[in-house]
């Protein structure tokens, strides 16, 4: 099977000794504008969920706040990832002699994790119908604000520490690469939440995607 999105090769150009920039600095101003950005929006996706109580307000929330907030950390942690070392390959674990006892840490529910890949835009497209004989559910929007919520808590995790992320990603990838899998990378002919934002905010998420997606047209030096 080939290799659509070139793993194999992205792995292999995340040195650091290739700088995004001739520029240095460039990197780092364009990483610390998009921090404010991004902890700007989930300060605002905070509030709005916060006095959210109807399904208008939770969806004002997720589209002008939390998804271009996402948008904008996926492609931030690409561009940090560029200027880490390729992870290498991890080395077989030796499966335990006996089961071992769950902690209660390991017993307490799993903080949500951030997601690298984008769903595919949905505008335009008719409701799936109701199958014949069912009744539509409910809309509860305690349980969309609670779903929202987690949401933004791994949001404001991987916020906090996005080298941390961009690691993850990078093993992520190195399976990828090892199995042919696709890359877990955003969308970048659809920027999620883009048109919510103030138009002064536009071009730095624009530019941010733009960036994001020249690492995967690298020329193939191999």
């Given amino acids: ?15 650091p000794r290739r700088p995004l920039h001739e ?9 610390g504008q998009a921090r404010g950005l991004i902890l700007g929006l989930i300060a605002e996706a ?16 997720l589209r002008t706040a939390i998804l271009p907030a996402e948008a904008a950390l996926r492609r931030a942690i690409l561009l940090i990832a560029r200027t880490l070392s390729a992870p290498s390959r991890p080395a077989a674990r030796t ?13 307490a529910p799993r903080r949500p994790s951030f997601r690298m890949r984008e769903a595919r835009p949905r505008a335009g497209a008719a409701a799936p119908a109701p199958k014949p004989g069912s009744a539509a559910t409910p809309y509860d ?3 969309t604000a609670a779903r929202l919520a987690r949401r933004l808590e791994a949001l404001d995790a991987a916020a906090a520490n996005p080298v941390r992320e961009a690691r993850r990603w990078l ?6 690469a090892a199995t042919r899998k696709p890359l877990p990378i955003p969308r970048f002919d ?21 960036e994001a997606r020249n690492l995967f047209t690298l020329p193939d030096t191999s």
């Fill in 46 to 61: 905070s509030r709005l969920l916060g006095g959210a109580r109807t399904k208008e307000a939770l969806n004002a929330a």
């Fill in 1 to 15: 099977m080939s290799d659509p999105l070139g793993a194999g090769r992205i792995l292999r150009a995340m040195t």
């Fill in 95 to 107: 499966p335990p002699s006996h089961p071992a006892i769950p902690s209660a840490d390991a017993r």
């Fill in 190 to 210: 659809h920027i999620p939440g883009l048109t919510a934002l103030p138009q002064e905010s536009r071009p730095l998420l624009t530019t941010l995607n733009a």
């Fill in 141 to 143: 929007p305690a349980r």
């Fill in 171 to 176: 093993r992520r990838t190195l399976k990828a």
């Fill in 23 to 31: 520029d240095p600095d460039a990197l780092d101003r364009l990483l």
